[in-house]
Every structure is written in structure tokens, then in C-alpha cells.
């Protein structure tokens, strides 16, 4: 087993340097940090390339009874530990994962979420687990979205496994249509319809909008339908990633 104990050391360096967009996509790898996203990561047999962890968790991985390469794991010390982690209760134990980068991805059936520009990391990772706990097929990201390895998405995805896809939104739109998948875009509009209005379907895509500026009038204008979500108080709006899990249940 290989040990690191300098924050200094080159290859600790550029595990660090994963904490940011730039690096990210360079490499090809982002860093995942916890036990609970380093759990979920090996039962879906996700490619990556090491696993970092202090000495006792190490002890702690061995004891989960787990399948994972004794020669891709790495000793680290506490203070290298520190400078990875993003958390400030951090659990001592990192995994470097592959990027999963589909050139082609088809949308032939199934129920989908699309997020045209949101900015908030936790909203994203909050709807993509709202969305595979839902038993969505996927999530697709439009170029504008919060980076899908932005640590803060991550933590918020507590570890969820379905299919995120980056794509053109005017692009995946078209497909799924292609596909007879009716695509719905939630907004604050005269002419949407209330959410109690639809019923349930086998097939659906849920467009939600960026959390100040909603859907873009282009996307709005590709939807088959617009909806929204009654507000029954004296808040102006739900927050994006609540009002993504009502219309997911009700459309699940």
C-alpha cells in the first residue's frame, strides 16, 4: 500500500487541484469524499483510479465488507486529510472517480428531469436524488448548469445513481419528443395549467428553471405544456429543487 503524508507531495497536489472545475475537466477525474459516496460509488462499479484514507478509515472501509483494489488504495495522514477535504467534519476517506462522458445517450422511453441554468449546487443534487428516488430514468444538465463535480452537488446527491446527462437542451428536447416523451416546462405563466391538471403518465420530461430567472422563454417555447404549482401563502415562489420534488412524485 502506497502512503502519502506531505500535503506537498505532487500527487497530493493534484488531487487537491480536483476541487476545481478547471482540473476537472483536464484530467477526466473529480474527487468524491466520505464513506457513505465511497459505499455507494463501489456497489455501482464506478472506474476510479484511487481511494485515499487515513488509517482508521481504512479499518473502518475494510470492516463494510466491500469490493474495491487493495492496490489502488493510499495511505494518507491527518494533515493531508485536511487539506483535501471540503467538509468541515470531514470522515478522512477520498475516491478519485472517472468522468463519465457518453458521446451519444438515446431517449427512447422513460420519465426525465431537465435543468435549464441552475447556479445552486445543492438544489442540482438535491433534485437528481429527489429524481432517482422517484424511479426517474435520468437527469439531463444543460451546458449552463452548476457543474454536475462541484463537491457541494456531490454531498447533495448523497451518492445517486441514474443517468446525468450534459447536453444542449434545445437538442434533448427534440429527441425526446422524437420519442413521443411529452415535455412539460414548470412556470409562472398565464397561459400553464395547474399541476393537478395532469394526470400521472408513463412517459414525461420536467423542465425546471433557474432558480431567480425560471425557464428561458426559448426552452418555455419548445414545451408541449406549461404548469405550475399553486401557491396557496403569501410566498411568491417555491424553491427550485422543492418544487422539482412535488412534480416528480406527482408525475412517479
Request: charged share 20%; aromatic share 8%.
Amino acid at each position: 500500500m502506497q502512503e502519502r503524508t506531505s500535503v506537498n507531495n505532487p500527487q497530493i497536489k493534484a488531487i487537491g487541484k480536483l476541487q476545481q472545475k478547471k482540473y476537472r475537466e483536464e484530467s477526466g477525474y473529480y474527487l468524491i469524499e466520505g464513506f457513505h459516496l465511497v459505499e455507494e460509488a463501489l456497489k455501482a462499479s464506478v472506474k476510479y483510479r484511487e481511494i485515499l484514507a487515513t488509517e482508521a478509515a481504512l479499518s473502518r472501509l475494510a470492516q463494510l465488507g466491500l469490493a474495491y483494489d487493495e492496490g489502488k488504495l493510499i495511505k494518507i495522514s491527518q494533515s493531508v486529510a485536511s487539506h483535501l477535504s471540503s467538509t468541515k467534519n470531514s470522515q478522512d476517506i477520498f475516491m478519485t472517480v472517472k468522468i463519465n462522458r457518453p458521446k451519444h445517450f438515446a431517449f427512447s422511453y422513460g420519465k426525465w428531469v431537465l435543468l435549464d441554468d441552475l447556479a445552486d449546487p445543492g438544489n442540482v443534487g438535491t433534485i437528481i436524488r429527489t429524481a432517482d428516488a422517484a424511479g426517474f430514468d435520468g437527469v439531463i444538465l444543460s451546458n449552463k448548469t452548476v457543474d454536475l463535480y462541484n463537491p457541494k452537488v456531490q454531498r447533495s446527491m448523497q451518492g445517486s445513481q441514474l443517468n446525468l446527462i450534459k447536453a444542449d437542451l434545445p437538442d434533448a428536447i427534440a429527441s425526446l419528443k422524437a420519442a413521443d416523451i411529452p415535455v412539460y416546462a414548470s412556470l409562472l405563466d398565464p397561459a400553464a395549467k395547474q399541476l393537478g391538471d395532469f394526470a400521472p403518465v408513463a412517459q414525461v420530461a420536467l423542465i425546471i428553471g433557474n432558480e431567480a430567472h425560471g425557464v428561458s422563454p426559448e426552452i418555455a417555447a419548445l414545451a408541449d405544456e406549461k404548469l405550475y404549482i399553486p401557491i396557496k401563502g403569501r410566498a411568491e415562489s417555491l424553491n427550485a429543487a422543492v418544487a422539482a420534488g412535488i412534480m416528480i412524485y406527482h408525475f412517479s
